[in-house]
Nanobody, 118 residues
Framework: VQLQASGGGLVQAGGSLRLSCEVS????????MGWYRETPGNQRELVAA???????DFADSVKGRSTISRDNAKNTVDLEMNKLKPEDTAVYYC?????????????WGQGTQVTVSS
């Protein structure tokens, strides 16, 4: 199973960013897909998840300024974040797993750094 994340980088506060994750090695349409983030000294936390049926779950900190979408034909899941804040700075990880609210991650991709400058 491989989850390949891309799209991280340096963004100014107030800007937008789109992260993309391409998945292979599993039946993508059956899995809940999610994005998590981690900062030094803190636990990895869920940012957003989308279930196989399309239901979504968002962390309160990003609710209203983020969207998560999946393309079962392309085996991809995207996270778009708007109105970025310095506290969004983190390493973001794509995950495949089960359930929703809460999601139970099973497979992880490599992280992609997002840095929001003030």
């Amino acid at each position: 199973v491989q989850l390949q994340a891309s799209g991280g980088g340096l963004v100014q506060a107030g800007g937008s960013l789109r992260l993309s994750c391409e998945v292979s090695g599993l039946i993508f349409s059956r899995y809940t897909m999610g994005w998590y983030r981690e900062t030094p000294g803190n636990q990895r936390e869920l940012v957003a998840a989308v279930a196989s049926g399309g239901s979504t779950d968002f962390a309160d900190s990003v609710k209203g300024r983020s969207t998560i979408s999946r393309d079962n034909a392309k085996n991809t899941v995207d996270l778009e974040m708007n109105k970025l804040k310095p506290e969004d700075t983190a390493v973001y990880y794509c995950a495949a797993g089960w359930d929703l609210a809460p999601m139970a991650p099973k497979f992880w991709g490599q992280g992609t750094q997002v840095t929001v400058s003030s």
